[in-house]
């Protein structure tokens, strides 16, 4: 039930973009992305809902393919401040949120 | 607006007693708060759903009896860590959401260390 993130980590230098992908094999409701600091509570990014959708603000965008279980989360222009781990929760009719086991993001200067 | 409060942040206490995490939405109600565990360098993993008013619900693998949750009013949730052992130590964050915006705030976070 634990959805699959890929990669598993990322080394970017600054201005580069990045693709992280999460996939389920169970129906989803919506798909929410987070970014942890480390020692730090994960920050909510975006949620994407059920009906496929794409959202974004900044530089940081998403992607939710509701029939193939998907959603891509898309860094451009990487920042320093995008470093850190970068986690997919998925939620289904129960409302529970299940989270992937994480993308390391590290940006280089 | 959507924050949530938790605390302690770091706690240390002796193998055998008891802790208890608080959960507070502070500017909206949450009839529904999450608590989940994270160990170093690992994801979160949900433990239990705290539902107000009603009893949790715990994933399997979860001992309920040893992790107390009681949501008592719409804006309170707490874990109780009962005859807390060494491997209990983590990182325990709560989370909770509203309607009117789908995502989830997370508390920052209680640092557990049991010695």
């Known amino acids: 039930q634990q959805p699959v993130q890929s990669p598993q980590a990322v080394i970017l230098r600054e201005g580069e973009d990045a693709v992280i992908n999460c996939s389920s094999s169970k129906a989803l409701y919506s798909v929410h992305w987070y970014r942890q600091k480390h020692g730090e509570a994960p920050v909510f990014l975006m949620i994407?809902?059920?009906?496929?959708e794409q959202k974004g603000h900044d530089k940081i965008s998403a992607s939710f393919n509701e029939k193939k279980q998907q959603s891509s989360l898309y860094l451009t222009a990487s920042q320093l401040s995008y470093s850190g781990t970068y986690f997919c929760g998925t939620e289904y009719r129960d409302d529970k949120i299940i989270f992937g086991k994480g993308t390391r993001l590290h940006i280089l200067p | 607006g959507a924050v949530v409060s938790q605390h302690p942040s770091r706690v240390i206490c002796k193998s055998g007693t008891s802790v208890k995490i608080e959960c507070r939405s502070l500017d909206f109600q949450a009839t529904t708060m999450f608590w989940y565990r994270q160990f170093p360098k690992q994801s979160l993993m949900l433990m239990a759903t705290s539902n107000e008013g009603s009893k949790a619900t715990y994933e399997q693998g979860v001992e309920k009896d040893k992790f107390l949750i009681n949501h008592a009013s719409l804006t309170l949730s707490t874990l109780t860590v009962t005859s807390a052992h060494p491997e209990d130590s983590s990182f325990y964050i709560c989370?909770?959401?509203?309607?009117?915006?789908?995502?989830?705030?997370f508390g920052s976070g209680t640092r557990l260390t049991v010695v």
């Open positions: 989370s909770a959401g509203q309607q009117t915006w789908g995502g989830y705030t």
């Open positions: 994407l809902l059920k009906g496929g």
